[in-house]
C-alpha cells in the first residue's frame, strides 16, 4: 500500500511538472510560429491597403484600447497583490512576465495597430488558431497587437475598458510565449474583475448630451487613482492628483483616491458651459523614516466648453480648457 501511495505522488508531481512546462511553448516552436505570423501580418496590412489602417486611432475603441494599454500595469499589480485573483504561482508568474511587457512597450508608438474590413480576418486565421478574434499577435512582444475594429466594436460601451482590460491581457500573454487561449481567457477575466471591482461611472446628462466620468480606484492601500472623461465618443486627459497636490512639509505623495463624487449643476455664461465635479480627495504622504500619514481635502474638478447650437436643436460641447482645484 505504501509503493502504490508513492508511485502515486511521483505520477502526480510528474503530471503536476510536465503542466507547468507546457504553459509555454518551446523556443523552436515559438521562432517558427512567429515566422509564420510575421508572413500573414505583413499580407494583411498590404491586402487593407492603407485606408483601412489605423495608426493611433481617433475613435472610442482606439482610444480605450490605448489608455488601458498604458495603464495595464496597474490592474495586473493589483491582481498580483490578491491570492484570490492570481490563484496559483504559475498564474502569478504569468502575470508578472505580462506587466514586465507592457512597463517596456507602453510608451512606443505603434504598439496596438487598429484594422478592418474582410482581408483582416481572413489573413489572420491560421491552424493555430482559425476562429475569428478581436485580435491577434504572434509569440514575442516585438509583435504589434492587430485589434480588427470590426469585431471590438461590438463591446458593449459600458464595459469597454473592461473589455480591452481582457483582451489585452490574453493578448500580451501569447507575446510571452502562452499558447492555450482557455488558459489566458481566464487569466484575464481575473484582472478584468479586479479592475471592474475598482470601476465606477458617474453621467451627467444636459441638452441631450451625456458626459460621463469614469474613476479607476485601487484596492491597494497607496495608490494613484486614475480617471477619464468622456462626452460623444471623445475621450478628455484629466490633470493627475499625483501632480495637483503637495504634501504638508514636502513630504513624499505616494497616493490618492477619491471618494463621494458628485456633479454640480452646470451652468452657462456667454456661450460657454462649465461642467462641474466634486469629490473627497484622500492623499497618502510618506515622512522620509517611511511612515505613511493621510491628508483629506476637496477636490473640485472643472471643464470649460464653448457650447454651439446645431440646427435641429442640437448642441455640441468644445472643450476649452479644464481645471482642478484644491480646498
Same mark, same amino acid.
Given at each position: 500500500m505504501?509503493? /502504490?501511495?508513492?508511485? !502515486?505522488?511521483?505520477?502526480?508531481?510528474?503530471?503536476?511538472? +510536465? %503542466?507547468? &512546462? =507546457?504553459?509555454?511553448?518551446?523556443?523552436?516552436?515559438?521562432?517558427e510560429l512567429?515566422?509564420?505570423?510575421?508572413?500573414i501580418?505583413?499580407?494583411?496590412?498590404?491586402?487593407?491597403?492603407?485606408?483601412?489602417?489605423?495608426?493611433?486611432?481617433g475613435?472610442?475603441?482606439?482610444?480605450?484600447?490605448?489608455?488601458?494599454?498604458?495603464?495595464?500595469?496597474?490592474?495586473?499589480s493589483?491582481?498580483?497583490?490578491?491570492?484570490?485573483?492570481?490563484?496559483?504561482?504559475?498564474?502569478?508568474?504569468?502575470?508578472k512576465?505580462?506587466?514586465?511587457?507592457?512597463l517596456?512597450?507602453?510608451?512606443?508608438?505603434?504598439?496596438?495597430?487598429?484594422?478592418?474590413?474582410?482581408?483582416?480576418?481572413?489573413y489572420?486565421q491560421?491552424?493555430?488558431?482559425?476562429?475569428?478574434?478581436?485580435?491577434?499577435?504572434?509569440?514575442?512582444?516585438?509583435?504589434? /497587437?492587430?485589434?480588427? !475594429?470590426?469585431?471590438?466594436?461590438n463591446?458593449?460601451?459600458? +464595459? %469597454?475598458? &473592461? =473589455?480591452?482590460?481582457a483582451?489585452?491581457?490574453?493578448?500580451?500573454?501569447?507575446?510571452?510565449?502562452?499558447?492555450?487561449?482557455?488558459?489566458?481567457?481566464?487569466?484575464?477575466?481575473?484582472?478584468?474583475?479586479?479592475?471592474?471591482?475598482?470601476?465606477?461611472?458617474?453621467t451627467y446628462?444636459?441638452?441631450?448630451?451625456?458626459?460621463?466620468?469614469?474613476?479607476?480606484?485601487?484596492?491597494?492601500?497607496?495608490?494613484?487613482?486614475?480617471?477619464?472623461?468622456?462626452?460623444?465618443?471623445?475621450?478628455?486627459?484629466?490633470?493627475?492628483?499625483m501632480?495637483?497636490?503637495?504634501?504638508?512639509?514636502?513630504?513624499?505623495?505616494?497616493?490618492?483616491?477619491?471618494?463621494?463624487?458628485?456633479?454640480?449643476?452646470?451652468?452657462?455664461?456667454?456661450?460657454?458651459?462649465?461642467?462641474?465635479?466634486?469629490?473627497?480627495?484622500?492623499?497618502?504622504?510618506?515622512?522620509?523614516n517611511?511612515?505613511?500619514?493621510?491628508?483629506?481635502?476637496?477636490?473640485? %474638478?472643472?471643464?470649460?466648453?464653448?457650447?454651439?447650437?446645431l440646427?435641429?436643436?442640437?448642441?455640441?460641447?468644445l472643450?476649452?480648457?479644464?481645471?482642478?482645484?484644491l480646498?
Amino acid at each position: 500500500m505504501k509503493n /502504490i501511495k508513492s508511485a !502515486l505522488l511521483l505520477i502526480a508531481l510528474f503530471v503536476s511538472k +510536465s %503542466l507547468s &512546462a =507546457s504553459v509555454y511553448l518551446p523556443d523552436e516552436d515559438r521562432a517558427e510560429l512567429n515566422q509564420k505570423f510575421l508572413k500573414i501580418s505583413l499580407q494583411a496590412m498590404k491586402a487593407s491597403g492603407g485606408a483601412d489602417i489605423v495608426g493611433n486611432g481617433g475613435g472610442a475603441v482606439e482610444q480605450a484600447s490605448l489608455y488601458i494599454y498604458r495603464s495595464l500595469d496597474r490592474y495586473i499589480s493589483q491582481c498580483l497583490n490578491n491570492k484570490d485573483c492570481y490563484q496559483d504561482s504559475e498564474r502569478r508568474e504569468v502575470l508578472k512576465k505580462i506587466r514586465e511587457v507592457v512597463l517596456k512597450n507602453r510608451e512606443e508608438k505603434n504598439r496596438l495597430v487598429f484594422l478592418s474590413g474582410e482581408n483582416f480576418e481572413k489573413y489572420m486565421q491560421d491552424e493555430l488558431d482559425p476562429e475569428i478574434r478581436v485580435a491577434k499577435t504572434g509569440f514575442s512582444d516585438e509583435f504589434p /497587437i492587430f485589434i480588427n !475594429l470590426a469585431e471590438a466594436h461590438n463591446y458593449p460601451k459600458d +464595459s %469597454l475598458y &473592461a =473589455s480591452m482590460v481582457a483582451l489585452l491581457v490574453h493578448e500580451i500573454g501569447h507575446q510571452v510565449g502562452v499558447a492555450s487561449h482557455s488558459y489566458l481567457d481566464d487569466l484575464a477575466l481575473s484582472v478584468r474583475s479586479m479592475m471592474e471591482a475598482n470601476t465606477k461611472e458617474f453621467t451627467y446628462d444636459v441638452l441631450g448630451n451625456q458626459f460621463v466620468f469614469t474613476l479607476f480606484a485601487s484596492s491597494n492601500q497607496y495608490d494613484f487613482a486614475q480617471y477619464v472623461l468622456e462626452y460623444n465618443g471623445e475621450k478628455y486627459e484629466v490633470p493627475s492628483l499625483m501632480t495637483a497636490y503637495k504634501c504638508t512639509n514636502g513630504d513624499k505623495l505616494v497616493g490618492a483616491n477619491l471618494e463621494n463624487l458628485y456633479w454640480e449643476k452646470g451652468r452657462t455664461a456667454n456661450y460657454h458651459y462649465i461642467l462641474s465635479l466634486n469629490a473627497w480627495g484622500e492623499f497618502a504622504c510618506e515622512r522620509k523614516n517611511k511612515t505613511v500619514y493621510f491628508e483629506q481635502i476637496n477636490v473640485r %474638478l472643472t471643464w470649460d466648453f464653448t457650447l454651439e447650437r446645431l440646427p435641429g436643436e442640437k448642441y455640441v460641447f468644445l472643450l476649452n480648457e479644464m481645471g482642478i482645484s484644491l480646498k
